[in-house]
């Protein structure tokens, strides 16, 4: 069976020069501009629409780095408090989801990821059997008890491979994934569970929302937080299917635009195009995961810079290092350092520069990185080009 072919784009009624989109694509993603104090770590999640989590933690998690790219040197445990608990009582300013991949979502989006949940109890199975009463056993445990991990619900594995989950386990996470129960918060990395209708604000708690509505809300949030996008790009924002973004984009309130060099029709968010193009770059490193650059193909196509995740990648084929974060620097991706931390020494085990030009930023980036994450120097191991070595480690100092 094949699919539908796609309907034709609208004509676009505006080219964009590939400079022009990357800069609305950099003030998107809060990289171009002053950073929003005020909003601090909560107005960065709300901006992104989604924040990746993962287990990798070299200078810190990913969803630390990705306000620390954009905000600066802001506080690990503040960090944590935002995305969670809020700054009041009253409630979770997000909660985690499947989205892009397992995400903090702003809380106020709940409602809009009710098509996922309805897919999901919609599947005969989810990847395991679960004996009878071992569902309700779990909802009984977080309706008594309160929030619980899975270790406190009777424990997380049944003592084989990590994917060997126990009953306690998959029954949780098959809730978690109807919406019965929803993560609040991560302790030790584990997650915490409690009911959605406890968790969850209750003028957010519905699912009456229907798929069309949902899908047209998630494209719009996708363009807003690229700024500029294919199709491709908006599905990929939020995993979403390149026919469902099809179904929505002419409702979305996206502009068609043509992007110079792209190849492809694409779309822009009008308030993003109306923006005033000043103020300034931020140079940081920039954690593997963050959305500014988690889409390959878009990342080669705004910067023209080839990168990819290589701590799943043997250590002898390795090209740039277990972790290696880009440098973001003057609106560039201009190298790549992986690093590490030894005591309170910041190692960059490995650095690859793209242009001498590089040389200042890096280590600029490198001691802001360090102060952060409580190291008092930098010892760089080696770098790519070793014409630059000295320079590097002279700007450093």
């Not at 004509?11 to 909003?39: M, N, T, V």
């Not at 008594?144 to 491979?161: F, Q, S, V, Y």
């Not at 705004?302 to 990648?313: D, K, N, P, Q, S």
Request: hydrophobic share 40%; charged share 25%.
């Amino acid at each position: 069976m094949t699919s539908p072919a796609a309907a034709p784009a609208p004509a676009p009624q505006l080219s964009l020069s590939s400079d022009e989109a990357r800069r609305i694509a950099l003030r998107a993603q809060g990289l171009l501009g002053a950073p929003d104090r005020q909003g601090g770590v909560r107005g960065v999640l709300r901006h992104l629409g989604a924040v990746q989590l993962d287990t990798i933690s070299v200078l810190a998690r990913s969803h630390e780095l990705v306000p620390y790219a954009r905000l600066g040197a802001v506080g690990r445990t503040t960090v944590e408090d935002a995305y969670w608990s809020g700054t009041d009582a009253s409630g979770p300013s997000g909660f985690e989801y499947w989205s892009h991949a397992a995400c903090v979502l702003p809380i106020e989006e709940w409602p809009h990821f009710a098509f996922r949940r309805r897919a999901y109890r919609a599947r005969p199975q989810w990847y395991h059997e679960l004996a009878d009463g071992a569902y309700d056993a779990v909802i009984a445990q977080l309706r008594d008890r309160g929030p619980l991990t899975a270790t406190e619900l009777g424990g997380a594995k049944n003592g084989g491979p990590w994917w060997d989950w126990s009953e306690a386990k998959v029954a949780v996470e098959r809730a978690l994934m109807h919406g019965e129960v929803v993560c609040t918060q991560r302790r030790s990395w584990k997650r915490v569970y409690d009911l959605a209708e406890r968790a969850v604000p209750q003028a957010l708690l519905h699912d009456d929302l229907d798929d069309a509505e949902c899908l047209r809300r998630l494209v719009r949030l996708a363009g807003r937080s690229l700024g500029v996008a294919t199709r491709a790009d908006l599905a990929d924002y939020h995993r979403l299917k390149n026919e469902q973004v099809d179904s929505v984009i002419e409702d979305s309130g996206l502009v068609p635009v043509e992007v110079a060099g792209w190849g492809k029709p694409a779309w822009a968010d009008p308030e993003a195009l109306a923006a005033t193009d000043r103020g300034r770059h931020r140079t940081t490193l920039l954690s593997p995961f963050d959305s500014l650059i988690w889409d390959r193909a878009r990342t080669e196509r705004i910067f023209g810079f080839t990168h990819r995740l290589e701590a799943y990648v043997p250590r002898a084929k390795r090209v740039y290092g277990y972790f290696a974060m880009p440098l973001l620097s003057g609106g560039r991706l201009l190298g790549r350092v992986d690093p590490a931390r030894e005591g309170r020494t910041l190692v960059a085990r490995q650095v690859s520069l793209e242009t001498p030009k590089a040389v200042r930023p890096m280590a600029s980036a490198l001691r802001e990185a360090a102060e952060w994450v409580g190291c008092d120097s930098v010892r760089v191991e080696r770098v790519d080009q070793p014409e630059l070595a000295a320079a590097l480690t002279a700007a450093l100092d």
